[in-house]
């Protein structure tokens, strides 16, 4: 008996040790800059055993490069970014791979009305409010932590008001980069208040590598039936559409550029691909594939799972030739984003998913960016 229970004990740490997937990850850290404060900023380094690495500061909890190997084993850095602190500083509106919230895309009007109260957000699109207002998570510093099995992990206080959101939200975004060639992204939050939260990440990604070129060759499919149309103001309607038979349709692995320039109202309001995704998933709440990117020069594939019920892919219609890392620029539609995400607007929509978050609940919600390759076909 005895002899059983201590193999069984044995077994579960081995267990719990695989499960993290990622104890052969090495994290560095390293000086990125300081805000205009003197606030000191830091830049992480979490490389697994086959050199796949990701660099992400605790400024906007960006992730700054992501090497990865193409199908011959030669890496390239797929997400564009910045070089230095103050270019991040001094372009907040890129969200080039920051954390964004307390709301992910627009919220009508800059409003909402939670138990009854008018809650007024930043108006920083338009009439509407985009990625939690001017100065949403993006700009914030968050206070990183390393734990020991490799993992990083930022957190942030919002304050009750800040950017017009009710209650105190304690945030924590864990990143881990796992011997899978995962970059598994786990965001929490509590609060003090009723409020809404829909917390992504904004990675701009081209899998030939930042800064070469478009992105209309890649292939994409979603695992999505509907999407969310919208309207001029890029605000859902409140339809639920069938993507059958529209240029929405990435049910099969389909060219990003093959149907993006249709006379479709849909695309014209977006100038491009700028919509929410309903995922089709069974059950809520588990981690299921989502979307499935191949880049078929280079062999690049990147997939998606999450936990949300929504992801929105962005062909980076409003990138206008920004001068990046390494000298490089990012035309218009140099990078695609796959933002996972509850649906646009839901504090306005009902019969949306709910967004609210009560003291007591625990939002809790996951992404993972699995890197791989495919033979030429
Ligand atoms: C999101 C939005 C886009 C655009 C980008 C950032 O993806 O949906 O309309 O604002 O962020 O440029």
């Known amino acids: 008996m005895q002899l059983i229970s201590r193999w069984g004990k044995c077994a579960a740490i081995v267990m719990l040790a695989?499960?993290?997937?990622?104890?052969?990850?090495?994290?560095?850290?390293?000086?990125?800059?300081?805000?205009?404060?003197g606030?000191?900023?830091k830049i992480y380094s979490l490389t697994n055993t086959h050199g796949v690495q990701a660099r992400i500061t605790n400024y906007g909890g960006a992730v700054v490069s992501l090497n990865v190997p193409d199908r011959?084993?030669?890496?390239?850095?797929?997400?564009?970014?910045?070089?230095?602190?103050?270019?991040?500083v001094a372009n907040p509106t890129q969200y080039f791979g920051a954390l964004i919230g307390r709301y992910g895309n627009r919220i009508a009007n800059a409003r909402f009305t939670l138990n009854g109260v008018a809650c007024t957000l930043p108006k920083n699109n338009g009439a509407n409010s985009l990625h939690g207002?001017?100065?949403?998570f993006f700009t914030r510093v968050w206070t990183p932590r390393a734990l020991p099995n490799g993992d990083l992990e930022l957190s942030y206080v919002s304050k009750d008001g800040e950017e017009g959101y009710p209650g105190n939200l304690s945030v924590t975004v864990t990143y881990s980069l796992t011997d899978a060639d995962e970059l598994r992204i786990d965001y929490s939050a509590t609060t003090d208040k009723d409020t809404v939260v829909n917390l992504t990440n904004h990675s701009?990604?081209?899998?030939?590598g930042a800064g070469s070129g478009d992105i209309l060759g890649h292939l994409l499919m979603l695992k999505a039936d509907r999407f969310t149309p919208v309207n001029q103001g890029l605000i859902p309607t409140g339809e639920l559409r069938?993507?059958?038979?529209?240029?929405?349709?990435?049910?099969?692995?389909t060219a990003i550029g093959a149907r993006i320039e249709q006379n479709d109202e849909q695309l014209k309001f977006g100038q491009g691909y700028d919509h929410n995704w309903v995922l089709s998933r069974t059950g809520t709440g588990s981690l299921a594939p989502a979307a499935r990117m191949?880049?078929?020069s280079s062999g690049r594939v990147l997939e998606v799972s999450t936990t949300e019920p929504g992801i929105q892919f962005y062909t980076g219609n409003f990138l206008d030739g920004i001068k990046g890392k390494g000298g490089q620029t990012y035309p218009r539609r140099s990078a695609f984003c796959l933002e996972t995400q509850h649906f646009p607007d839901s504090p306005n929509h009902p019969a949306f998913p709910s967004t609210v978050l009560k003291p007591g609940q625990r939002y809790r919600t996951t992404t993972v960016y699995r890197f791989s390759t495919v033979a030429a076909k």
Request: proline fraction near 6%; aromatic fraction near 10%.
């Open 72 to 88: 011959n084993g030669k890496m390239a850095d797929v997400v564009l970014g910045f070089d230095t602190l103050p270019e991040y």
């Open 242 to 253: 069938s993507v059958a038979g529209t240029p929405f349709d990435f049910r099969k692995l």
């Open 204 to 208: 701009y990604f081209n899998l030939k």
């Open 39 to 41: 606030a000191v900023i």
């Open 133 to 136: 207002g001017d100065k949403g």
């Open 294 to 296: 191949e880049e078929p």
């Open 18 to 37: 695989a499960a993290a997937g990622n104890a052969a990850t090495k994290l560095t850290e390293a000086d990125f800059g300081r805000m205009p404060d």
